[in-house]
């Protein structure tokens, strides 16, 4: 069984357009992350949400919204896509957020053209 | 930025063991040292984690100092499969995003 599931595994769009992308984890975990892999392999945390608190590193700009309909779900959102956010994007799972051992889907390549 | 260097690169041969060292100066008190392990077109995945001292599981050893500047993962008897790139990372909780940052990591290339 699959831990974290991400949907679509691919994901090419034109600028300007507005997308999701699905996660999923039947892990049972209180925390879900979204992370950002650029081209050059550093990969940032760009949200942590526990329980209906959703911690937001700054430097995410205001197009990107995590939204989670319940606990084993937390999807990303992205409106006016620009070609700066073409990336994998990667969400994770912990068992809450205190715990560091983090869980993560298999990744969702996004090309803006 | 990350707050870790590690090399960007190593290489080893089937059956050796492999030692990759992590630079901490800023650690705090707080702070625990994890490493991931990631292949590619995959996620990360986590293969240890630790406080001071020594830990050990079934994949990795962990070696922390007593100052804890410096971490060492210690991969024994590396096989092929264990070509990836390593990740290590400093921090007390999701709390602090700015310190879930994985820098770089060190390349793995393990030959037959």
């Known amino acids: 069984d699959t831990a974290v599931s991400q949907t679509p595994k691919y994901l090419v769009t034109q600028m300007g357009n507005d997308k999701s992308i699905k996660c999923e984890q039947n892990l049972g975990h209180d925390t879900m992350y979204w992370y950002k892999q650029d081209s050059k392999k550093f990969l940032k945390i760009m949200f942590s949400?526990?329980?209906?608190?959703?911690?937001i590193n700054e430097t995410v700009p205001n197009r990107f919204s995590p939204k989670s309909p319940d606990k084993a779900h937390l999807n990303l959102h992205i409106n006016s896509l620009e070609l700066g956010d073409s990336a994998v994007y990667f969400c994770?799972?912990?068992?809450?957020?205190?715990?560091?051992?983090?869980?993560f889907g298999p990744g969702t390549r996004l090309t803006v053209t | 930025l990350a707050k870790t260097t590690q090399p960007i690169s190593m290489d080893s041969y089937e059956g050796q063991e492999v030692n990759i060292t992590c630079s901490h100066n800023?650690?705090?008190?707080?702070?625990?040292i994890t490493w991931y392990q990631q292949f590619p077109s995959q996620g990360p995945r986590f293969i240890i984690q630790?406080?001071?001292t020594k830990v050990t599981n079934e994949v990795a050893s962990l070696f922390i100092p007593a100052d804890r500047k410096s971490s060492t993962l210690s991969l024994p008897r590396v096989s092929l499969s264990d070509t990836a790139v390593y990740y290590c990372l400093v921090g007390d909780s999701a709390y602090n995003t700015d310190k879930l940052i994985f820098g770089t990591g060190t390349r793995l290339q393990v030959f037959p």
């Open positions: 630790g406080y001071k």
């Open positions: 994770a799972s912990s068992q809450d957020r205190q715990a560091h051992e983090q869980y």
């Open positions: 949400y526990n329980n209906k608190e959703l911690i």
């Open positions: 800023n650690i705090a008190t707080n702070d625990y």
